[in-house]
């Protein structure tokens, strides 16, 4: 009896630690708190961001974020976005190593 309640204690554990790692964020669309969820985006990035995007409208992509918002630059913006953080529902793609 107690190990099956363990044992779905621990299964709902896993399956919402998965359902949250996959949650994505839209830049465009999110508000500060849905922002601020993304690992690597603390309150002042988030607010970067809203204001950015009040200023100059949405963002085209992830080249418009990074040039639009001190602070994120390449190798950031590929590690909020595998945090989730998109733009248009678009993940950054990571950076190609150099040749």
Do not use: Y
């Not at 399956?15 to 969820?37: E, P, T």
């Not at 309150?43 to 204001?51: G, K």
């Not at 100059?56 to 595998?82: H, T, Y």
Request: proline content about 3%; aromatic content about 2%.
């Amino acid at each position: 009896m107690i190990k099956k309640c363990l044992l779905t204690i621990i299964s709902m554990l896993v399956l919402a630690n998965a359902c949250h790692a996959a949650a994505k964020v839209d830049v465009n669309q999110a508000d500060q708190a849905a922002l601020d969820g993304i690992k690597g985006v603390g309150p002042r990035t988030s607010q970067a961001i809203l204001d950015e995007r009040q200023k100059g409208g949405k963002f085209k992509n992830w080249a418009d974020l990074e040039q639009r918002v001190k602070g994120i630059k390449k190798k950031s913006a590929v590690r909020l976005s595998d945090a989730g953080l998109t733009v248009d529902g678009k993940p950054r793609k990571a950076i190609e190593p150099a040749q």
